[in-house]
């Protein structure tokens, strides 16, 4: 994914062919670049993120970021479609978040963003898949289980051929 950052004017220009963009990559971006020579000096472009937090039992908080100051995404410059994945919202609420193109370009612009407040976390998925019960379609009830009878019996086959 690439993105020109451009302080002084408080745009993040999307490259040609950008098309598609996760928020979390972008603000993952904008901080990687805050960090280059001195553009620490302009003023922030995101104001705080949330999510990540643990809610308890393996959930976590959802991902949500918030633009600020005045800073605008410019599609690239191309009739398209810009599909957003994540959660991103402008700082006031009332603030736009785009910039028109440059040229004469219709740019559709659909999110793909989440109202859902938690997520599961690795371990939780993991969890969910080791109880799984495959008893419709084996013997055996659990993933776990399968896997565990599976082990055993190579390192059965593995002892007898020693």
Do not use: C
């Not at 922030?44 to 600020?68: E, H, K, M, R, W």
């Not at 993933?143 to 390192?155: M, P």
């Amino acid at each position: 994914m690439s993105y020109t950052f451009d302080g002084l004017n408080k745009l993040i220009i999307l490259d040609p062919g950008v098309t598609a963009f996760s928020v979390s990559d972008l603000y993952s971006r904008w901080k990687d670049w805050v960090q280059l020579s001195d553009n620490a000096k302009y003023e922030i472009a995101f104001d705080t993120s949330v999510g990540g937090d643990p809610l308890g039992n393996g959930l976590l908080l959802g991902a949500y970021y918030f633009i600020t100051n005045g800073w605008l995404i410019r599609p690239q410059e191309a009739a398209h479609t810009l599909d957003i994945t994540g959660n991103l919202f402008p700082i006031p609420d009332t603030a736009q978040i785009f910039a028109p193109t440059l040229g004469n370009f219709n740019v559709s612009i659909r999110s793909q963003f989440s109202s859902l407040t938690q997520q599961a976390s690795p371990e939780q998925i993991a969890q969910q898949v080791w109880e799984t019960d495959l008893s419709p379609a084996q013997t055996l009830d659990t993933a776990g289980d399968t896997v565990k009878k599976a082990k055993q019996n190579s390192a059965a086959a593995a002892a007898l051929s020693a």
